[in-house]
């Protein structure tokens, strides 16, 4: 188990994009060669945002092929179908509605507007037989190539917050969230056991509001007080940063 993994600082959030894009590009290349397909969890929040935005940029992206890549989220605002807060309104608008993606491939969480209407718990439920559906045999999720999350300044990653019963889940790999500390209240997250099973885990923080959070979780080994300390990979974990969130680190 690599809990805590290694930290790269960047310069700035700009710089963090670029590296992050260009490291990505070459992972899920890497395991489109060896593996045939990929499965990459995407975030949301600035950090994934500037992120996917500049993978759009990026002139290596053909190395990607897009039929062999499957997309699912760590997270999403259970709001309306096109809902400009949902993290699938905003993955599409920075990258999706660029690239030739297969839609069948593109594994949005449910909408409130969707085919279970306002049952959170029942559209969790059935983002996580969708994610069975796509697991090897004797698993329930897929094998994650990479699965990337934002640090929330409260350590929270995903909608999985601090001293709420989805940090404690170790069964369900998709849990509904009420009464969530940042709006919209009512969220659908993947747990732990769901992200412990992507082969590696990216955590993104950026910004001085970053900075406390960072350093708690570095610190930390309590996932249920510091959710950023669970998030970690069955073969690597990896902390990009910048220089404002890396400013309360231990000297290296």
Request: hydrophobic share 45%; proline share 7%.
């Amino acid at each position: 188990m690599t809990a805590h993994g290694p930290v790269r600082v960047h310069a700035d959030t700009a710089l963090l994009a670029k590296a992050a894009a260009t490291g990505l590009i070459q992972r899920v290349a890497d395991a489109q060669a060896e593996f045939d397909v990929a499965h990459l969890v995407l975030t949301g929040g600035r950090n994934g945002n500037a992120l996917l935005h500049e993978l759009s940029l990026t002139p290596t992206l053909g190395a990607i092929d897009f039929d062999r890549l499957h997309i699912w989220w760590g997270d999403e605002r259970f709001l309306p179908s096109g809902h400009p807060d949902r993290n699938e309104t905003q993955a599409r608008e920075a990258l999706l509605d660029t690239v030739p993606v297969r839609e069948e491939l593109v594994h949005a969480m449910p909408a409130s507007d969707g085919p279970d209407g306002d049952d959170v718990e029942a559209a969790a439920a059935r983002y996580a037989a969708e994610l069975a559906g796509a697991a090897p045999a004797g698993a329930s999720v897929p094998a994650f190539t990479l699965a990337m999350f934002g640090v929330g300044p409260d350590t929270h990653v995903a909608s999985l917050f601090p001293g709420f019963a989805a940090t404690e889940e170790t069964v369900r790999t998709v849990v509904a969230v009420r009464e969530a500390p940042k709006p919209p209240p009512t969220r659908i997250t993947l747990t732990f056991p769901a992200i412990r099973a992507a082969h590696e885990v990216w955590l993104l923080a950026a910004g001085e509001d970053k900075a406390e959070a960072v350093a708690t979780a570095r610190a930390s080994s309590d996932a249920t007080k510091t959710p950023a300390a669970g998030a970690y990979g069955s073969a690597a974990t990896l902390w990009l940063v910048d220089r404002a969130a890396a400013a309360k680190l231990p000297e290296q």
